[in-house]
């Protein structure tokens, strides 16, 4: 905990176990990652280095509709395969939680090593919840299985979820209508959480997908935070104004919307998400018999090379843009790093039969790199009145996005320091206290006496992104000192091996905090 905040000249150091000399360098609350993929990571690599080595001392979970709880056995064994590409699927992992609260108290449970290694919160993710529910397979849920999802979500809630999040390109999260959706955030809403939507499409008809979040959460009462909200694909370059006039106009309206961004122009996925979503129906089995169906595989490529996947956010997959990132068959190795097209052109298939048959060898499991961004509109996103970081990253694969070890310290260095977008202060605010207002972290994102010390301390002078496209694996320059609830996790630029991080958890009182901490202590 923060004992004092004063300045160098009355600050006292009598009792202190060790005094840090921190001239020339800025003193931050840790920066809160709004977009995390470490679900499992967390627990396997429990180092958590890309994460740590720029700053970020607390994470939140459970993102894009899939994760591995609320779950039950074979749930459990169907996202485990689907999110292979997202966070790998270790086989002599101990799998010993099902339910939401025991996926929490995994976290903060102690081995040899400690905890966990930042702090970290949980979304209840709607695609996992249907998946429980009613399967893999697309459909509308009958009343009961509809009160049975509701009854899930609030079960996860009561357990500690801050709020839920949905892939609406994924499935089985892309299968539910907008009124299943406003039963689910009905439930979060009451319970004071927020709903995190990936939504439908962030190329055609993107403002449209906005559009319905936004009105689901009016109408239902629930709050809203837009994940990784950007403006993709050549049909929306420069139009991240007219997202921010929709989003100004329901936030005038007394709406409560906070959206979060990587500084990145790809995206990153998996190969999978490429497919429609009627040919992804019923799991990895029945997707993979599609694949090798000749009928069915000539509609599969009708969709995805002339009408436009819904996977692929309504358009056409264009296999320049796709660049591979990791896989799991070691006999495919040599593909990362380079597009669908360009292993197309080397090996003389189709572009559509390289797709299908890296799908098949890898059963579903490829991650890639997708490059459709533009940066006017990340630009013109960041500096929104409701605005925080989400690095989105993928820690997997042998060519992850280099936003999982650059994202914070690219904010920071880049676009604060070297482009002036936005004033240090101002950029810390977005990666602190404006997602920690958001997480009801009460005792969080500031440098407060009274406050958890989730502190970092670097140099505005030479913080920058070191991991690139090329050698994503890089941590940061110019970070000094990391601590995650006064315990030092980077020291002196240097890992330290700490594991300090805890489980926080959403309780009845609405607000969110680890288990055992002083409610009065947050005033």
């Not at 459970?62 to 086989?91: C, F």
């Not at 529910?133 to 299985?145: I, R």
């Not at 939507?197 to 109408?219: F, T, V």
């Amino acid at each position: 905990m923060i004992a004092e905040v004063a300045d160098a000249g009355s600050l006292t150091a009598a009792g202190a176990d060790r005094v840090i000399d921190a001239h020339g360098l800025v003193l931050s609350p840790g920066f809160i990652d709004m977009h995390a993929h470490s679900d499992l990571q967390l627990l396997v690599n429990r180092d958590h280095y890309a994460k740590l080595s720029q700053g970020v001392t607390t994470e939140l979970l459970g993102q894009d509709g899939l994760s591995y709880a609320p779950v039950d056995d074979a749930t459990l064994a169907g996202v485990r395969e689907k999110i292979a590409g997202w966070n790998g699927n270790p086989a002599d992992f101990d799998w010993n939680w099902r339910s939401v609260g025991e996926y929490l108290d995994r976290l903060d449970a102690e081995d040899s090593g400690g905890r966990i290694a930042t702090n970290a919160a949980y979304l209840v993710p709607q695609g996992t919840v249907r998946a429980m529910v009613m399967g893999f397979d697309e459909g509308d849920p009958t009343p009961e299985q509809q009160q049975r999802m509701q009854d899930v979500v609030r079960a996860a809630m009561e357990e500690g979820a801050v709020g839920m999040s949905s892939g609406l390109t994924y499935t089985p999260g892309m299968y539910a209508t907008t009124e299943e959706l406003a039963g689910l955030c009905r439930v979060v809403g009451e319970l004071g959480g927020f709903y995190a939507p990936h939504h439908r499409s962030y190329c055609k008809n993107a403002l449209g997908a906005y559009a319905e979040m936004i009105d689901l959460s009016r109408h239902s009462g629930c709050a809203l935070h837009l994940s990784h909200a950007t403006m993709n694909f050549a049909e929306n370059k420069g139009r991240a104004g007219e997202l921010l006039d929709l989003i100004d106009s329901a936030l005038d309206d007394g709406a409560d919307i906070t959206l979060d961004t990587y500084p990145y122009l790809p995206g990153a996925t998996t190969l999978s998400a490429i497919l429609p979503g009627w040919a992804s129906a019923g799991g990895t089995e029945a997707t993979l018999a599609r694949l090798s169906d000749p009928a069915t595989r000539a509609r599969i490529r009708e969709t995805v090379e002339i009408y436009g996947s819904d996977g692929c956010h309504g358009v056409v997959a264009e296999w320049d843009t796709l660049e591979i990132s990791g896989v799991q068959n070691p006999a495919l190795a040599g593909y990362v790093g380079r597009t669908i097209k360009d292993i197309a052109a080397e090996t003389g298939e189709e572009a559509f039969d390289v797709f299908a048959r890296i799908l098949t060898d890898e059963r579903l499991g490829t991650g890639i790199l997708q490059h459709v961004g533009h940066e006017e509109n990340v630009q013109t996103i960041m500096k929104h009145r409701t605005h925080t970081g989400g690095s989105d990253g993928l820690l997997v694969g042998a060519k992850p996005h280099p936003r999982a070890w650059g994202t914070f310290p690219r904010y920071l260095g880049h676009y604060s320091r070297d482009l002036g977008l936005l004033s240090v202060e101002d950029m810390v605010h977005h990666l602190t206290g404006r997602p920690a207002a958001r997480l009801k972290l009460r005792n969080r994102g500031l440098i407060r006496e009274g406050f958890a010390a989730d502190v970092v301390l670097f140099d505005p002078e030479t913080i920058r992104d070191e991991a690139t496209f090329d050698n994503p694996r890089q941590a940061a320059s110019g970070i000094h000192y990391v601590f995650v609830n006064g315990t030092a996790a980077i020291d002196g630029g240097r890992p330290t091996g700490a594991r300090s991080g805890r489980a926080l958890r959403r309780h009845r009182d609405g607000l969110t905090r680890e288990a055992g901490f002083n409610r009065e202590g947050m005033q």
